[in-house]
């Protein structure tokens, strides 16, 4: 019942910036985490961002002073400010939300960086 539809992808030159949208239907109980998170050809999945609902906000290495993460919980969406974006910052990214019984995630969006 609970789904995550992530939008805000495409292709963008190096530099420039992107906002995805994370808009989550269905209930879910209040205390839980959103994120974001990335997979890269032949990589891993890897986390990006993550916000509580403290809004305590933590960033991988990589994006740190590029990316700003942010909810909503009024519209139940959370976002992803990319700025500065560079080619290896291309990936599929996916939404997560995370409570203490269940983690649910997005189909995700391609997000491509030209140079």
């Known amino acids: 019942q609970v789904q995550l539809v992530e939008s805000g992808g495409g292709l963008v030159q190096a530099g420039g910036s992107l906002r995805l949208s994370c808009a989550v239907s269905?209930?879910?109980?209040?205390?839980?985490?959103m994120g974001w998170y990335r997979q890269a050809p032949g990589k891993q999945r890897e986390v990006v961002a993550r916000?509580?609902?403290?809004?305590?906000?933590t960033y991988a290495d990589s994006v740190k002073g590029r990316f700003t993460i942010s909810r909503d919980n009024t519209k139940n969406t959370v976002y992803l400010q990319m700025n500065s974006l560079k080619p290896e910052d291309t990936a599929v990214y996916y939404c997560?939300?995370?409570?203490?019984?269940?983690?649910?995630w997005g189909q995700g969006t391609q997000v491509t960086v030209s140079s």
């Open positions: 916000v509580t609902t403290g809004n305590w906000r």
């Open positions: 997560n939300v995370r409570t203490a019984l269940h983690g649910y």
């Open positions: 269905g209930s879910i109980f209040s205390g839980n985490t």
